[in-house]
């Protein structure tokens, strides 16, 4: 957790707003992956990033390697967004080693 | 339709015993993995294996050990089982395990020692 900081650790957000989580790395982070945990436990891939941008539906996410952060932006929230987002960093570039933080643990109210 | 299958999902085992939790994946991937997520702590990376051989071991303890029978399989067996083994077991895979691969879970194997 150390190395990965996420935040913030709770975020409660109103169906149809918007919101940013973000991930500041102490660490050379090669590739980032944001994945979602969902109530149910499972964790879903959401994206893989190298340095740059990229969207997927409501989501969209950023890794800036120079300044080791990465963004996930939701827009338009909805129930169904609620869960645990991780951030996971990759450091080592040839085991496949991610090191994760903490989470941030979402919650989309009606 | 899981394509990465974790068996059993659930496990209760008694302090000192032996459990091997299973793996399979059906998405065609070189590389498997195996992380441990336990209360309050991040996803804690335990072992890769590409081609069914060990790639990166991060566990301090022999009593982890895996098993790789086949391309698509990686067992976890777990020797002289402690209250702190629990936690919830994912395995994963990736095509490779060079940086730009992605990756996947299974549902996890949730462990608890009593």
């Known amino acids: 957790g150390d190395k990965v900081k996420q935040s913030p650790s709770a975020l409660s957000l109103q169906e149809g707003t918007n919101s940013a989580l973000r991930c500041n790395f102490s660490?050379?982070?090669?590739?980032v992956q944001w994945f979602l945990q969902n109530p149910r436990g499972s964790l879903i891939n959401l994206f893989y990033l190298v340095p740059g941008t990229k969207e997927n539906g409501r989501l969209k996410s950023a890794f800036d390697s120079k300044e080791s952060y990465s963004t996930l932006h939701i827009r338009d929230a909805q129930l169904e967004d609620s869960g645990t987002y991780f951030c996971?960093?990759?450091?080592?570039?040839?085991?496949?080693?991610?090191?994760f933080g903490l989470g941030t643990t979402l919650q989309v109210q009606p | 339709d899981p394509k990465i299958i974790q068996k059993p999902k659930y496990l209760v085992a008694v302090t000192g015993s032996e459990k091997i939790l299973i793996c399979e994946q059906y998405?065609?991937?070189?590389?498997m993995y195996w992380y441990r997520q336990s209360a309050k702590k991040p996803l804690e990376f335990m072992f890769s294996?590409?081609?069914?051989?060990?790639?990166d071991n991060q566990t301090a303890s022999s009593r982890f050990q895996p098993q790789s029978s086949k391309k698509n399989h990686l067992d976890l067996q777990i020797t002289a089982l402690k209250p702190d083994d629990s936690a919830t077991y994912f395995c994963?895979?990736?095509?490779?395990?060079?940086?730009?691969?992605?990756?996947?879970f299974g549902h996890g194997t949730k462990l608890s020692v009593l």
């Open positions: 294996y590409s081609y069914q051989k060990l790639m």
């Open positions: 996971a960093a990759d450091i080592t570039g040839n085991t496949g080693k991610l090191i």
């Open positions: 998405l065609g991937h070189n590389a």
């Open positions: 994963a895979s990736s095509h490779g395990t060079v940086s730009n691969e992605r990756l996947f």
């Open positions: 660490i050379a982070a090669t590739t």
